[in-house]
């Protein structure tokens, strides 16, 4: 394991600057104190695997915060740096051969911060943490992936709220508009944010993201625990372009696919989301929402693509669904234009596990959206605290029941 030090890119002229064209530098913020613990450090293993097999050099900082210890400190609160020259080397070393353990990536890792005990899921700690990697890099693009239990932008539901879970119980996670927050405090917009986590391709995320990145990689469903197979597409991921993004996200559907016919359990949506779209999808869907509102004052949504596990209905519906139905069956030109240009990709496994999920591709747009129901009083009571409740125009609805 080596130690490297840990410094700014400001001030200082021995700090390498940044060259033209330079590859982006990507940062994985992973919280994994909890049963993800054994997947999220594999899927480190797969992205070494991929840096391995790029033809470019480039630069991968991951913090981890797991249940797996780090390092002759046993530190479980640390940031890795694993730098590939392109030419096969990792940190300066050829890398490890496909006969490796965990243990052994974990050991070629470059140490570059560690940190005492913390509460990664803590507004004010990511924002430390995510300033802190930003400061190991003096690349001008920067890539973000995350990587936890998620459950969109609702305050309770399972056992996370919104993003992450560091440890036991609902309190030990991250509200998207503090999410929001320490994603701004680096003071650049990333260029991507994928995020490994289960239901964070819905409309309110994608809202809330719009000015934080360019563009998100989600799922409107339950992301797998196996999560996505990054040594297949790192050299994608550096690309920094919608191209790569795509074929990103292809490549997510065509591994739970094999996964799927090969006999195992296996589900999947994904799709590619133009953030700088978002705010005209929004003013879509408020026009829809007010012409509609008498309809959805009482409006049954258990006829139409449902995102959440059969066990934990309402999370979100399709968006492209929803608007259809309240359309006579016929999504709206200019709303389909729209929904076009802010889904630019989206893909996804048909009925591949129906007792938990049914996806009818006929009816996947990309998107997912919560519509109030009354089944549901504790999510109804924050979705009027967040900005999207006023900017879709659901503030418009009187509905029939206690909202």
Known sequence: MLVGLFYSCDGNEDIPQPKPNETMTILSYLVANNNLDNYLLANIGAMYDGLAMMAESAVLLVYWDGRTSVGENASKHLILKYETDGKGNINGSPALDFSYTLDDVLDEAIIVKEYAPQLSTDKEIMKLVLRDMVAQTCSEKLGLIVGSHASSWINSIFVSRSF??????????????????????????????????????????????????????????????????????????????????????QTYIEYNKEQYESGGYAWGTVALVDSKEMQYMADC????????????????TDHLQEYGRRSAPHIAVDLGHLFKELNGGVLPASFSSQLDKAVLYKGCLENASPSYFNVDVANYSGLGMYVPVSARPEWNAYFKTIDWYTTSGWNEVNFNWNF
């Not at 309110?204 to 996505?228: C, H, K, L, P």
């Not at 869907?285 to 049954?300: G, M, P, S």
């Open 285 to 300: 869907i408020r026009q829809e929402i007010v012409e509609h509102k008498d309809v959805l004052a009482d409006y049954a």
């Open 164 to 249: 992450g879970q560091d440890g036991s119980g609902t309190d030990n996670t991250i509200l998207i508009s503090d999410m929001v927050e320490a994603l701004q405090s680096v003071g650049k917009k990333f260029e991507f944010i994928l995020c490994d986590a289960c239901y964070m391709g819905t409309v309110e995320v994608a809202y809330a993201f719009r000015d934080v990145t360019d563009y998100q990689i989600v799922s409107a469903m339950e992301v797998r625990a196996y999560g996505f197979p990054y040594d297949e597409f790192m050299t994608d991921l550096y690309q920094g372009s919608v191209d790569g993004y795509k074929r990103v996200c």
